[in-house]
């Protein structure tokens, strides 16, 4: 079976978001870094998961854990910006992460509309 847009944009998030720690590390950011480490990966595994769910409750709860996920990671990558700690561009991620909101937003709205 093939992956969905959500399956596919959220697992290239978290490559963007583990490549972007990487560069967090080298620049001796490790507190932020961690936690956009964790929210930023966390979205595509509970896409992931809801993908297994066993009912339709199963799913809009995975989702909607996605979703807070995804909003989580926004805020720390608002932070890196607004602060300027470190030395970073995090347009592009902020911009993905964004995207990732709207399309998890309409999921969780449309399913949960049709239980």
Same mark, same amino acid.
């Given at each position: 079976?093939? /992956?969905? @847009?959500?399956?596919? /944009?959220?697992?290239?998030?978290?490559?963007?978001? @583990?490549?972007?720690?990487?560069?967090? %590390? =080298?620049?001796?950011?490790?507190?932020?870094? /961690?936690?956009?480490?964790?929210?930023?990966?966390?979205?595509?595994?509970?896409?992931?998961?809801?993908?297994?769910?066993?009912?339709?409750?199963?799913?809009?709860? /995975?989702?909607?854990?996605?979703?807070?996920?995804?909003?989580?990671?926004?805020?720390?990558?608002?932070?890196?910006?607004?602060? %300027?700690?470190?030395?970073?561009?995090?347009?592009?991620?902020?911009?993905?992460?964004?995207?990732? @909101?709207?399309?998890?937003?309409? @999921?969780?709205?449309?399913?949960? =509309?049709?239980?």
């Amino acid at each position: 079976m093939s /992956k969905s @847009i959500i399956q596919n /944009k959220s697992f290239v998030f978290a490559l963007e978001i @583990i490549q972007l720690y990487r560069k967090l %590390q =080298e620049q001796r950011e490790y507190v932020i870094s /961690k936690q956009l480490l964790r929210s930023g990966t966390s979205i595509g595994a509970n896409v992931e998961e809801a993908s297994a769910g066993q009912s339709r409750k199963d799913f809009l709860a /995975k989702m909607s854990i996605a979703s807070k996920e995804a909003r989580e990671t926004q805020y720390w990558l608002r932070l890196l910006q607004a602060s %300027q700690i470190v030395n970073v561009d995090v347009n592009e991620p902020l911009n993905h992460v964004d995207e990732l @909101i709207r399309i998890l937003t309409s @999921i969780v709205k449309t399913t949960g =509309e049709n239980l």
